[in-house]
């Protein structure tokens, strides 16, 4: 079946520091979302990747698709503690479903 | 405010009660999407509408959970009998079937579900 890791599983850093993140997957995959989640809230979509190499920006955030479309990853920069929740980089079948990881959950220290 | 709304937020309810839950999509959103999120987890897919038509389901959704979408608008998840193993995060998403797609979904903000 389909693989997707997240890594790292966790980070605490320090506000003002840039943070990276990224997604692997055993599958190639045509579409690539992050989401964040804030703790009892639903996730909230950030950035929606739909083609090999692509490179988006959203304020401090910006997210690549991979070559191989087997990864991407997220880059935030200059972390404010508004930062702070659970990101997930899930992809999605023909049907629309999504498929998520584990998240990488992200604290930053004031 | 026009995003996806879920009620009840919390449910706390006896082991072998039913539930329903209920959710309301953006409007102009014709997909509609069920997950369920367990503590540390991601979420995981149980079914989807398409309008009023339900066009998958998960094997996570046993028999008995059912979802419904009557007019193509809100829909409705109910889980008969409930089961401590039930307790969990439901999620609901929506998304327009054009342009970025069914791939862009919007959450709604959840209903705990808690079965002691």
């Known amino acids: 079946g389909q693989q997707l890791n997240q890594s790292p599983q966790s980070m605490f850093i320090q506000e003002g520091e840039d943070v990276s993140m990224n997604c692997t997957s055993s599958s190639i995959f045509n579409t690539w979302l992050w989401y964040k989640q804030e703790p009892g809230e639903g996730p909230v979509l950030l950035i929606a990747l739909y083609k090999a190499g692509e490179l988006t920006s959203n304020g401090r955030l910006t997210a690549q698709f991979g070559i191989t479309r087997k990864d991407s990853f997220l880059n935030i920069s200059a972390s404010i503690p508004s930062d702070v929740g659970i990101y997930f980089c899930p992809t999605s079948s023909n049907t629309g479903k999504l498929i998520f990881g584990q998240g990488t959950t992200l604290q930053v220290k004031p | 405010d026009t995003g996806v709304s879920q009620d009840p937020r919390h449910k706390i309810t006896k082991r072998g009660q039913n539930v329903t839950f209920r959710c309301d999509p953006i409007?102009?959103?014709?997909?509609l999407y069920w997950y369920r999120q367990t503590l540390g987890q991601g979420p995981e897919f149980l079914t989807y509408f398409q309008n009023e038509a339900q066009l998958e389901k998960s094997r996570l959704l046993s028999d008995r959970f059912s979802a419904e979408r009557p007019k193509g608008s809100f829909s409705t998840l109910e889980i008969q009998r409930t089961e401590q193993g039930d307790s969990a995060m439901y999620l609901c998403?929506?998304?327009?079937?054009w342009g970025g797609g069914p791939y862009e979904q919007y959450f709604g903000p959840g209903t705990r579900l808690t079965v002691t």
């Open positions: 409007s102009e959103h014709n997909r």
């Open positions: 998403a929506s998304s327009p079937s």
